[in-house]
């Protein structure tokens, strides 16, 4: 384990900027549907990027103590970010996709009482993508339990995940049971076909095929990153303009954010922190594996039921998620509720809310 820190040449920010001052900006197609975002709010984040203060960011994010360790071919990145009491909870942070651990920071300031760990996934950000092999979700789970028992030395330890590691956040509890005190939950378990069967509950149904509805009409980038990942990745790793289109879309697509107007993505995530995200994805040049996700997972077998302490925090964007359903693969759910606020990068929307439910849980679990 090596001590890291964030550094970007200033000739790789003098290039991004000239890029984005030669962007050749389009206007909205006729009659398009709502997507999250629209020409003119692209055009504000442009220029914006051209003026961002990146120095200032960089400080920031090297005032959280970051290092990096070989763990199965991957050169991984993460924050720890250690409290003066030994025995404090331990905490694994992961992260979705399109963002990075960067996202996930002020959530992590807020826990000052907490050892709180946030990864970079295998190429991600400061993370090398695996030297060989596909990047699959018991893989990846193994590479963060390891993270957290043989690299840093923590006997017990919470666990959360978002978006592509809300399957590693399950697999993680349910394989270590001895290890894992307690799973928090804000993108609950999607039971196979065959689990739904033995649900047998209407509102499970409904919920899961007004689900695949929704991924029909807003699925399209999943296919595109799963199936023609390269050629998507040549453009925005070549296109500044393009790269930040394509993430920020998801920001607001994904963020409790009204659908009249996609600035409104900037009262939960501020303009700086999504073009910190743009910046890291830029001058890491991983949007390309960032992909890997998508197109190397393959038919993964079910995952167990989760037999530890879970505190289940649904996301306003599975709003309706029935609670038959959680009480079926979380076998000890102590707290079941439907957020107020907070979307699909939940902890990073609502740190407040979502640093104060930890914290609570960490009390029923008599870690704090």
């Known amino acids: 384990m090596e001590p890291f820190s ?21 206007p909205d197609s006729p009659g398009r549907p709502w997507s999250g975002l629209n020409a003119d709010y692209l055009a504000e ?51 979705g996709w399109p963002h990075t651990f960067a996202m996930q920071l002020d959530y992590v300031d807020l826990l000052p009482d907490f050892h709180v760990v946030v990864a970079s996934l295998p190429g991600f950000a400061y993370s090398s993508p695996y030297s060989s092999g596909p990047l699959t979700e018991p893989r990846l ?30 697999l993680i509890a349910a394989s270590h049971p001895e290890s894992v005190a307690g799973i928090l939950v804000t993108h609950a378990h999607f039971p196979t076909q065959q689990e739904r069967e033995q649900l047998d509950d209407p509102a499970a149904d409904e919920f899961f095929t007004a689900l695949a509805a929704r991924q029909r009409t807003s699925g399209a980038y999943a296919q595109i990153q ?31 954010t009204p659908p009249d107007d996609p600035r409104s993505v900037e009262r939960h995530l501020a303009r700086e922190r999504l073009l910190t995200e743009a910046t890291i994805y830029w001058t890491t040049q991983t949007i390309a594996s960032s992909f890997r996700p998508y197109f190397d997972e393959t038919d993964a077998p079910p995952i167990p039921p989760v037999e530890v302490p879970a505190s289940m925090h649904i996301q ?26 907070g979307g699909h990068f939940t902890i990073a929307e609502v740190p407040d809310a979502m640093a104060t439910r930890t914290r609570d849980f960490a009390r029923q679990l008599g870690l704090l």
């Open 6 to 26: 964030v550094s970007v040449t200033d000739a790789s920010l003098t290039d991004l900027r000239d890029r984005l001052a030669a962007a050749r900006l389009l």
């Open 45 to 95: 984040l442009v220029a914006s990027w051209r003026e961002f203060d990146w120095r200032e960011r960089e400080v920031w994010l090297n005032g959280h103590p970051q290092y990096q360790a070989e763990i199965d071919g991957s050169r991984l990145h993460f924050v720890h970010r250690r409290t003066s009491r030994a025995d404090a909870p331990a905490l694994l942070v992961m992260h």
């Open 141 to 170: 789970a193994a590479t963060m339990h390891a993270l957290m028992t043989d690299v840093l030395g923590y006997d017990r330890y919470l666990t959360y995940g978002e978006d592509v590691t809300a399957n590693v956040n399950d």
């Open 226 to 256: 799963g199936t023609r990942p390269d050629t998507l990745a040549a453009g925005l790793n070549d296109s500044p303009t393009g790269l930040l289109a394509w993430l920020v879309e998801k920001f607001v697509e994904w963020s409790d």
């Open 316 to 341: 306003r964007h599975e709003t309706t998620y029935p609670e038959s359903v959680a009480h079926s693969f979380y076998r000890d759910l102590r707290t079941f509720e439907r957020l107020e606020e």
